[in-house]
């Protein structure tokens, strides 16, 4: 049975050491950090995320400002709360939760983020900056399982690390960081996506496999070397009247046979999911102490 990698453990000892380090901030007198949230319009999820992540700050100790715009608000007049924020020498990191309505353009909102205070590292500046492997506000999913396979001392030098998912905010990310020269990386890494011929064959060979497919149960257990370490990215609600919300979490990994098959394993809920926020964290403490751009 695999060694199961506890992302909500990990992710409360990394929430625990920001909050030590907000402490040593506030005896110093220094600023405490503060980060700003766009919330555009009254999806369900959206506000959950939100939510959380306003909670987090608080649990943290930093300061935290949710803007919430309604979902008629024009491009213009995000993008000009975007600015005011930018200039807004009180915030030190912004995030703009996605998705947003269609009539704005994703693209131009993240390119209006200062790259400064871009916790989320969704702007060109950033991905560039985490591409050539200098200082970056890393995604924080992305960022998230590399903080995981480091604390769980994951061998990843020279691995065959086989990605699931090409997205802009899990997969391209994670298969240049596995990449990268650098611990966790210096993996030999093959990025797979939806027009990959043979995907089990492939994954077959993962010393290390990260899947962020998007469907649920997909990774069975005939597709994974015995030994890998397997991480597991997806969420999906599957309807459950054993549960008193009515449903329960599943990944993109069919967890059970797949455990008895790798040697490490993250689960879902408690594995990736948790980490997410805590990364978002780490980030913003980053921006307040200008410790990526300097
Ligand atoms: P996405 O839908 O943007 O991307 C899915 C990727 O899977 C695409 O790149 C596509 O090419 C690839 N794909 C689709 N079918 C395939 C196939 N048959 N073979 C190989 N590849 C295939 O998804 P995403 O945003 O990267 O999210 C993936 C999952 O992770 C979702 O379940 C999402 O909810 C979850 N997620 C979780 C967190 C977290 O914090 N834990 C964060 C982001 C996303």
Redesign the pocket.
Known sequence: MAILIDGKKTSQEIQSEIAGRVSEIKAEGGKVPHLAAILVGNDGASQTYVNAKVKACEQVGFESTLVRLEDTVSEEELLKVVEDINENPEIDGLIVQLPLPNHISVEKVTDKIKPEKDVDGFTPSNVGRMALNWPAYVAA?PY?IIELLKRYNIETSGKHCVV????H???SPMSILMARNGYPGNSTVTL???R?VN?SEITQTADILIV????PEFVTANMVKPGAVVID????RIADTSKKSGFRLIG?VKFGEVAEKASAITPVPGG??PM?IASLLYNTLLAAEKKVYG
Do not use: E, Q, Y
């Open positions: 999913t998230g699931i998912g090409r997205s905010i899990v997969g797979t996506h939806s990959t995907l962020a497919i998007g469907k990215v997806g969420i999906h993109d990736v999911g997410t």
